[in-house]
């Protein structure tokens, strides 16, 4: 490892040792305690109620554009009285660090330390549904960890590590690549999904049920 890597990867572990102590005496919660417990507990999907679809959905799009960059969309439409649902995707996002507060994709400090020290990406898929006189949104979001052949920083060449997978013929050339190839799934992040459903209900009034009140997400048509 030459001396300017060494030196890099000491200052990053001196920086994320400083803030996880000074996180940890000022918010003991961040090791102790999960932030669902000390926060509203938005249920997902969320009901809103809204006249105008047009409106909705600029609202819905607005709220996620604050933290993806939207893929593709089918807005919800008012055909002859009669509404259809609607959904959008978003493009991966390479997990925001600890160097880099302005993006909001990692929910808690938990998350940021993690994209920090590798590699993590996420991607939203949110979906919309009339019923009962207003709109179920409901909000996934798909955690990923990249997944390298060997580590990016080794100073062994390609051929110290052995790669006995069968041949991959590429029948076509030409064209998107995968998106998902080289990815592990890690689930869902439910930290930032609550984040999502906050902003989305604060932009309709959305009070925060009890635990017994609203059906559950499989009585919503998810």
Excluded at 26 to 41: F, K, M, N, S, V
Excluded at 81 to 91: H, I, N, P, S
Excluded at 144 to 166: I, K, Q, V
Aim: contains cysteine; glycine residues 8%; aromatic residues 8%.
């Amino acid at each position: 490892m030459a001396a300017r890597e060494f030196f890099g990867l000491l200052a990053m572990c001196a920086v994320c040792t400083i803030y996880i102590v000074c996180a940890g005496c000022t918010h003991p919660w961040l090791i102790d305690t999960p932030p669902q417990i000390l926060t509203p507990y938005y249920p997902n999907p969320v009901f809103v109620q809204a006249r105008d679809p047009v409106i909705l959905w600029e609202n819905l799009v607005d709220v996620v554009d604050n933290y993806f960059e939207i893929a593709s969309e089918s807005p919800v439409r008012d055909l002859g009285g009669v509404a259809t649902e609607g959904g959008l995707e978003t493009r991966p996002k390479i997990g925001a660090t600890l160097l880099e507060p302005w993006h909001r994709d990692s929910a808690d400090r938990y998350s940021r330390l993690e994209a920090t020290l590798q590699t993590i990406r996420r991607r939203a898929e949110i979906r919309v549904s009339p019923r009962d006189g207003g709109y179920w949104i409901s909000v996934q979001v798909f955690k990923e960890l990249e997944d390298l052949a060997m580590p990016s920083g080794a100073a062994a060449s390609s051929a110290t590590f052995r790669n006995d997978s069968s041949l991959n013929r590429v029948e076509s050339p030409i064209g998107e690549a995968e998106t998902h190839a080289g990815w592990i799934p890690l689930g869902r992040d439910t930290a930032l999904e609550q984040r999502i459903v906050e902003e989305i209900g604060g932009r309709f009034g959305v009070v925060v049920p009890t635990a017994s009140a609203g059906p559950t997400p499989s009585q919503a048509g998810q």
